[in-house]
Antibody, heavy 118, light 107 residues
Framework: QVQLVQSGSELKKPGASVKVSCTASGYSFTRYAINWVRQAPGQGLEWMGYIDTNTEKPTYAQGFTGRFVLSLDTSVSTAYLQISSLKAEDSAVYYC???????????WGKGTTVTVSS | EIVLTQSPGTLSLSPGERATLSCRASQNINKNYLAWFQQKPGQAPRLLIHGASRGATGIPDRFSGSGSGTDFSLTISRLEPEDFAVYYCQQYGDSPETFGQGTKVEI
C-alpha cells in the first residue's frame, strides 16, 4: 500500500543539525511531490515547502529559508528535511506528505518529533 | 499570503448530531483548491476533502464539503464517536499554501 515512513524522534542541542527522512513505498516516487509540514507543540499546521521529485527543485515557504534544506535520494525513494543551527523554537513534529497532481496532500507520514534542548 | 479563518474555534456536540465547520479566506482561492483534514491526538492529519467538495478515497459519505471563492464549509451529517477531533482547512491554490487555525469538535 501507499505509505510514507519517517525516521525516528530526535533530541538535539541548540546549534546542532538534524536530518529527517521520509521513505516512500507503494507508488512511483517521481510522480508526486513531497511536502513538509511543521506542527509546534499544541499548535496548528504550518506548510514549510515542497520538493519536486522530478526536477529535484525545492520551494520554500517564507520563514523556512536559509536553515532549512529539502533534498532527495530518488534511488531509495527518500526525501529529506535538514535543519541547521537548531533553536529551541524548532522543536516540533515534522510531517512529510505526498502532493497529488492537483496539489493536495493525500498521504502523510506519521511525523518525526524533533526536540531541541540543552 | 492567503489567511484562512476557521470558526468556531470549538464545537461541542453529541454523537448523532450534525456538525458544520466554516473556513473563510482573505481572498479568493484559486480554482477552489481547498482541502479539509482531520487530526486526532498523536496522529498525522488525514485528508477528508479536496477541491472544496470532492471526498478523498475511503472517507465516509457523512463528510461533505461545499463552498467557493472565499467561503467554505465542512459538514459531518451525523457525528460518530470517532469523529471527535480537530479539523483544519488548507488552501493549495496559491503559494504559500496555508492552513486555518483549526476547529476542535468535542463531545
Amino acid at each position: 500500500q501507499v505509505q510514507l515512513v519517517q525516521s525516528g524522534s530526535e533530541l538535539k542541542k541548540p546549534g546542532a543539525s538534524v536530518k529527517v527522512s521520509c521513505t516512500a513505498s507503494g507508488y512511483s516516487f517521481t510522480r508526486y511531490a513531497i511536502n513538509w509540514v511543521r506542527q509546534a507543540p499544541g499548535q496548528g499546521l504550518e506548510w514549510m515547502g515542497y520538493i519536486d521529485t522530478n526536477t529535484e527543485k525545492p520551494t520554500y515557504a517564507q520563514g523556512f529559508t536559509g536553515r532549512f534544506v529539502l533534498s532527495l535520494d530518488t534511488s531509495v525513494s527518500t526525501a529529506y528535511l535538514q535543519i541547521s543551527s537548531l533553536k529551541a523554537e524548532d522543536s516540533a513534529v515534522y510531517y512529510c506528505a505526498r502532493g497529488a497532481a492537483e496539489g493536495y496532500m493525500d498521504v502523510w507520514g506519521k511525523g518525526t518529533t524533533v526536540t531541541v534542548s540543552s | 499570503e492567503i489567511v484562512l479563518t476557521q470558526s468556531p474555534g470549538t464545537l461541542s456536540l453529541s454523537p448523532g448530531e450534525r456538525a458544520t465547520l466554516s473556513c473563510r479566506a482573505s481572498q479568493n482561492i484559486n480554482k477552489n483548491y481547498l482541502a479539509w483534514f482531520q487530526q486526532k491526538p498523536g496522529q498525522a492529519p488525514r485528508l477528508l476533502i479536496h477541491g472544496a467538495s470532492r471526498g478523498a478515497t475511503g472517507i465516509p459519505d457523512r463528510f461533505s464539503g461545499s463552498g467557493s471563492g472565499t467561503d467554505f464549509s465542512l459538514t459531518i451529517s451525523r457525528l460518530e464517536p470517532e469523529d471527535f477531533a480537530v479539523y483544519y482547512c488548507q488552501q493549495y491554490g496559491d503559494s504559500p499554501e496555508t492552513f486555518g487555525q483549526g476547529t476542535k469538535v468535542e463531545i
